[in-house]
């Protein structure tokens, strides 16, 4: 808890040095025709209501597009190809987190990050940073963020309710049963039993990363930063137990393109805007036996 608060101060500050920070002279017209579009649209206190459906219908538009077939494609070859190593990546994560006290407190803070507090405190200091200051662009961020947290996460627990997938801590076989349409009562009595597919935590936290970077693109190390905060959110709630690796390709998939729709009202062009993830498989032959190495590149 300690270290969660701590990293929480750590976002604060952060967000000062963003607002401080000025617009390079050479930013691209884009970036100008955005805070344009601040000016003429001022937040007000209900402006989260308005983004909040417009983003999901917007999301939805995006993802069903014909252009995002092979979005989908990739996402479902991920899932299938993760799935069939859950096990395996499962096992030595299980045996790591109970290997020491200090492995276990690394893996919790590392799943805090993603828990909603730090995305929320995130929100909430942009929006407190715009109203001191009567920074716009800041209150839009603040915003921007609460809205795609709330809405990628309505997403996410429609399709929990829906798959019904044990948690790897209480799994009952070797990469966790999959109750489709469970019945709601025992969902919600014993929520590790059903809610694992697919995370949460990833999907809200590149959806906070990406409405961030896409509000100050001037400041290029968000999205680094922000992709390896996602990993260590990844790597702690393997460890503990909360998600399997074959949860993640689509709960990135949903809480990229939320952030997207979300920063980006007006539309949006990927050649343009954002850091699309490529991601490879590429096999290899080691002493001890074949294996894949799954590389994601930004």
Not at 94 to 116: M, P, T
Request: proline share 5%; glycine share 8%.
């Amino acid at each position: 808890m300690k270290t969660s608060r701590s990293f929480i101060a750590l976002t604060i500050l952060c967000i000062i040095s963003l607002a401080h920070a000025q617009v390079l002279p050479d930013s691209s017209a884009s970036s100008a025709s955005f805070h344009a579009t601040l000016d003429q649209q001022p937040v007000t206190w209900h402006s989260l209501f308005e983004m909040m459906p417009r983003s999901m219908a917007s999301w939805w538009d995006v993802v069903t597009s014909k252009e995002r077939v092979n979005d989908w494609l990739l996402v479902g070859g991920l899932t299938a190809v993760t799935f069939a190593t859950d096990d395996a990546t499962y096992t030595p994560a299980e045996k790591f987190y109970h290997s020491s006290d200090a492995a276990k407190r690394w893996s919790d803070n590392c799943a805090e990050i993603g828990d909603g507090r730090t995305q929320f405190a995130l929100a909430g200091g942009f929006a407190a940073y715009g109203l001191l200051d009567n920074d716009q662009k800041a209150l839009h961020t603040g915003f921007q963020v609460a809205s795609a947290v709330l809405a990628s996460g309505a997403v996410v627990q429609v399709l929990k309710h829906v798959t019904g997938r044990e948690s790897p801590f209480v799994r009952t076989t070797p990469t966790g049963v999959w109750k489709i349409l469970p019945n709601q009562v025992d969902y919600h009595q014993q929520v590790p039993h059903f809610d694992a597919y697919p995370s949460g935590h990833i999907c809200t936290t590149i959806a906070t990363v990406v409405v961030i970077a896409e509000n100050y693109p001037e400041a290029q190390w968000i999205y680094p930063a922000g992709y390896a905060f996602t990993s260590l959110v990844g790597l702690g709630m393997l460890s503990n137990g909360i998600h399997w690796v074959s949860d993640y390709p689509l709960g990135l998939f949903i809480g990229y393109y939320f952030g997207m729709v979300t920063a980006h009202p007006n539309g949006f062009s990927l050649s343009q805007n954002g850091h699309p993830i490529q991601i490879h498989l590429l096999p290899s032959v080691t002493l001890n036996g074949t294996a894949m190495n799954f590389v994601v590149q930004f």
